[in-house]
């Protein structure tokens, strides 16, 4: 038992939505709601993971905009009544991960039923940036729970701090604006895949599998440096690791990946979730494949 992904739609940024992380999440919150049949309503838990945002805003909370443009429960809750809480989760590539976490615990508990998560990135504008290495693009998770066999298992994490050597993106302010900036090591791959790995290989003792035993390695980032030194790392093939298509996917890397071999894996499979990003911070959790019901 635990939690399952219900649904994964992917936006990709147009000419009208490329600078708009809004845009892009709201796109594919809309799509995930309307192709499983769901009321925007429905939703008891919303949490945006994306990073990268329009003119670099800091408040309020991209997911309270998101909330209200999607229409779940934009009015304060009255008393008795059904509401939405939603929040801004920041940890990078790691972002989903880290809020499928929180949504298992709160499903876990009973007390939603209902949650989505939703990732995007853009472009914060010329004005904004010195250089923006990512495409945009948002990704958008229904999750629900199951008491049979399937969904998210543990989380495990690894934090190697490298005094943002490895990668590191600030916004400092210039000419009265707010400007992003990145730095990038020529070993950032190789430090990635090595966190990486350890902490996949903790998951897996956790939770008594072996690698063999696993269907596919979905992991994050999409750069296939990373996918290549995670397979050495992991002593398996770079053909079981599955990436985003993109490359330059950021947060909503993960939720691509996944979506990539979702219809290939059968009911009961096990897919090792693998995300690294700044810090140095990695995850890894086993989801089995709900079994389809009955």
């Known amino acids: 038992m635990g939690t399952v992904i219900e649904r994964i ?61 999607v229409g779940a429960n934009p009015e304060n809750p009255h008393s008795g009544g059904h509401g939405t809480f939603s929040f801004d989760v920041a940890n990078g590539a790691c972002g989903v991960l880290t809020a499928l976490q929180i949504v298992d615990g709160f499903l876990r508990s009973r007390t939603i039923a209902c949650a989505l998560v939703v990732a995007s990135d853009a472009d914060p504008g010329r004005r904004h940036r010195e250089s923006f290495p990512y495409a945009p693009a948002g990704a958008a998770l229904l999750c629900e729970w199951t008491d049979d066999v399937g969904g998210l298992g543990p989380v495990s994490w690894l934090n190697t701090a490298d005094g943002g050597e490895t990668f590191c993106a600030t916004v400092g302010l210039e000419d009265s604006r707010n400007v992003l900036r990145f730095q990038v090591s020529a070993g950032l791959d190789e430090h990635f895949a090595t966190a990486g790995a350890e902490a996949a290989g903790r998951c897996l003792e956790a939770s008594g599998v072996a690698l063999s035993a696993v269907d596919v390695i979905v992991a994050a980032p999409a750069r296939a440096g990373f996918r290549a030194a995670l397979a050495a790392k992991l002593g398996t093939a770079a053909e079981r690791i599955t990436v985003a298509d993109d490359e330059r996917m950021h947060t909503a890397a993960l939720p691509a990946a996944l979506h990539r071999v979702s219809d290939e894996i059968p009911p009961g499979g096990r897919i090792l979730l693998v995300a690294v990003g700044a810090g140095i911070t990695a995850g890894a959790a086993l989801y089995r494949k709900p079994l389809p019901a009955t």
């Open 9 to 69: 739609d992917l936006t990709r940024g147009g000419w009208r939505s490329r600078h708009s992380a809004l845009h892009l999440a709201v796109a594919a919150a809309r799509t995930c709601l309307q192709q499983a049949r769901r009321d925007a309503d429905d939703v008891d838990l919303l949490i945006n993971a994306g990073i990268y945002r329009d003119r670099n805003l800091a408040e309020p909370a991209l997911a309270a905009l998101i909330q209200q443009d």
